[in-house]
Structures are given as structure tokens and as C-alpha cells.
């Protein structure tokens, strides 16, 4: 079964996370697949607005964290960090998250987002990189990153979505935002029931593609480099390094990338160090 699902409805190339089985959590096979999508609708002159949604009742339960596995040398990232440190977490990330993220963004055909159920972590990355986010009204957005002792994910778009005090909210209680409140913060252009999110999201976009694709690009330009011009580009770029910080920060406190059960690990660690001595 393909990981995404790709159509195309007259000049709208319509893309769908296909892993309801685990609630759209993604993978490295499942990114740069929608990365190869993105870049098929790109290429295609035919197309003038790119849809993303997704299969399932959930948008995107963010990363799937299981294990990776190890690379063609045999080794896992884990495997890697007493020679090198968490340089090749920091180089992987790097590309999938960050880089991937911002190309998206800066895709030069307007894109647009159709987010139903939950939508956590990773897969904020997915729907803010979008330039309209259309949500069901059984929508839902958080970002429990926090909980693992990292600042957020790796696309910091929660200050630009949000605003500074409602940012700060959503990642120090790692609660839930709903699709009413993104609604009014503007983080979402429209609520619709979920039954007709498909349909509206459509019907936005064969709108948008009535007009000139040049004329596009340079309102979407415009824009993304005011945003830009802001600061966003340089603040995602530094808030990136701090969320690498929390890797590290990890690694030294329980030998692991990321500190989810903290204690258990943290108290695992600590005798199994009292064991080697």
C-alpha cells in the first residue's frame, strides 16, 4: 500500500497521507514520498493548487517514533552518538524536518491543508507549511514535545500561528488546541463540518486556480518574504539549534535521544552504571 495516495482533479493535484493505521504518523519512507508528490505537482503545468490532506480519521499524529532502522553500515543513530555525538541526528533532522518543511513552504503553486481529527507534533510541520488550512470542526492541534524535554518540534511555527502568549501555552501544557480557537488565533482560514472538509477544500481550490499561476506566485512571495523579513526564517534557524539542545540535553541525562519515560530511563541508567563500577 502506497504511503501517499496522489490524484489530480482538472488544474488541483490532490495528495493524501495513506497510513491510517497509525494515525498518519510519519516515517522517513512517508516524507519523501510526499516529497516526491509535492515535487510531481510542481512539475505538472496542468496543476495550479496543491491539496494535502489526509486518509483516516486522523491528519497526523506527528513522528513516528519508533526505533529507526540501522543504515548501510549496520549502524543506528543511537549506534553513532559516542564517536560522533548527535551530529547525524542533527544532519538528519535537518533534512527531513526543518528542510523538508521549508521547502514546502516555499513551493511555488499555492497549497492548501484539509485537517481532520488530531493533528500533534510532526504534524504541525505538515499543515503550517500549507498556505490555507481548511479544518474540520472535530479538528484538533498540540504540540506535547515539551513532555520529552524538548522545547517543540523542529519547525518552530507556533510563535507566527499563534502569537507569543498563546505559544507559549499550548507548549508549556502541551494541551490541545480545537479547531474554533485556531479558527479565531488565525491559524485556520475556515471551519467546516467534517463530512463536507473534502468538498470545501476543493471548491477553495478550484477558486484559487481560476487565477493567473504567475499572478500566484508573486502574491505568495510576497508574503512568505515579508515573513521572512520579520525575522521568521533566521527565529526558525535558531530555534532549531535549541531543539537540538534538548537532544543533547537528553542524551546526557538518560543516554537517549529523546526523554520520553525520563524517570524509568534515568533510574535504568543510573544502575546500570552502578553495575560497570
Known amino acids: 500500500m502506497s504511503l501517499i495516495d496522489y490524484r489530480r482533479d482538472e488544474r488541483v493535484a490532490v495528495i493524501s497521507l495513506n497510513r491510517p493505521e497509525k494515525a498518519n504518523a510519519q516515517n522517513e519512507a512517508m516524507l519523501l514520498a510526499l516529497d516526491q508528490a509535492f515535487d510531481r505537482a510542481v512539475e505538472d503545468d496542468e496543476v495550479r493548487v496543491i491539496i494535502l490532506r489526509a486518509n483516516g480519521k486522523h491528519f497526523s499524529a506527528g513522528h513516528d517514533l519508533t526505533p529507526r532502522e540501522p543504515d548501510a553500515r549496520g549502524q543506528s543513530m543511537i549506534d553513532d552518538v559516542p564517536r560522533n555525538g548527535l551530529l547525524k541526528m542533527l544532519k538528519w533532522e535537518a533534512k527531513h524536518y526543518l528542510g523538508l518543511s521549508r521547502k514546502w513552504r516555499d513551493l511555488p503553486k499555492p497549497t492548501i491543508a484539509a485537517v481532520q481529527g488530531a493533528c500533534v507534533g510532526g504534524g504541525l510541520m ?37 502569537g507569543a502568549r498563546k505559544a507559549k501555552e499550548m507548549l508549556f501544557t502541551a494541551g490541545f488546541i480545537d479547531a474554533a480557537e485556531a479558527h479565531r488565533l488565525g491559524m485556520v482560514n475556515r471551519v467546516v463540518a467534517r463530512t463536507e472538509l473534502d468538498e470545501h477544500t476543493l471548491a477553495l481550490a478550484r477558486e484559487v486556480a481560476t487565477m493567473h499561476p504567475h499572478a500566484l506566485l508573486m502574491a505568495k512571495q510576497a508574503v512568505n518574504q515579508t515573513l521572512d523579513a520579520m525575522g521568521q526564517y533566521n527565529a526558525m534557524q535558531s530555534v532549531f539549534a535549541l531543539h537540538s539542545l534538548g537532544h543533547a540535553n537528553a542524551w546526557a541525562a538518560c543516554n537517549w535521544p529523546v526523554m520520553a519515560g525520563l524517570d524509568e530511563m534515568v533510574d535504568a541508567n543510573r544502575e546500570k552504571r552502578s553495575g560497570d563500577t
Open 126 to 162: 505538515l499543515a503550517w507549511p500549507c498556505d490555507l488550512i481548511i479544518a474540520a470542526d472535530d479538528a484538533r492541534f498540540s504540540d506535547p514535545v515539551v513532555r520529552m524535554g524538548i522545547g517543540g518540534v523542529e519547525y518552530h511555527g507556533h510563535t507566527w500561528e499563534f
